[in-house]
Each structure stands twice: as C-alpha cells, then as structure tokens.
C-alpha cells in the first residue's frame, strides 16, 4: 500500500506512481476539492440532514480521493 506522506514528501516517487510532481499534485488536489464540493452540494436532493451528517465515507480527504482516483 502506497503511504500518502511518504509520496508527498518524494517528487520522483510521486512522478513514478501517478506521474505528477508534488507541485502539480497539490494544484491538482486543490481544484479537485473545491469541484467535489460544488458536486456534493448540487446534487444533493431534499434531505432532512445537514450536509456532513450520516455515515462517513472510508475514503476521508479529497485529496486521499483524488490519489485513489489516480
């Protein structure tokens, strides 16, 4: 299993795995987070919930997401 911080911590490790450098990994991550957000909260439909209530996901961060997209 590929650990998050050591692959954040290695530009050529990061470029070998999922041939982005860190840099353009945290760019990356930043957009995707902020268009995942925009997605949850369009397609959510009439809920009685808050949005972040209920069962978590096993994938925590967006940025976790984003690498197990990758």
């Known amino acids: 299993m590929i650990n998050k911080e050591r ?3 290695d530009n ?3 470029k070998a795995i999922i041939g982005l450098s860190v840099e353009e990994l945290k760019n990356l ?3 995707f987070s902020a268009c995942y957000l925009i997605y949850r909260k369009k397609n ?3 809920h009685e919930r ?3 209530a209920g069962q978590k996901g096993f994938i ?3 940025l ?3 690498l197990f997209i990758l």
């Open 12 to 14: 050529r490790l990061c």
């Open 44 to 46: 959510r439909k009439d």
């Open 64 to 66: 976790d997401k984003l």
């Open 7 to 9: 692959l954040l911590r």
């Open 29 to 31: 991550a930043a957009e």
């Open 60 to 62: 925590p961060t967006p």
């Open 50 to 52: 808050q949005m972040g």
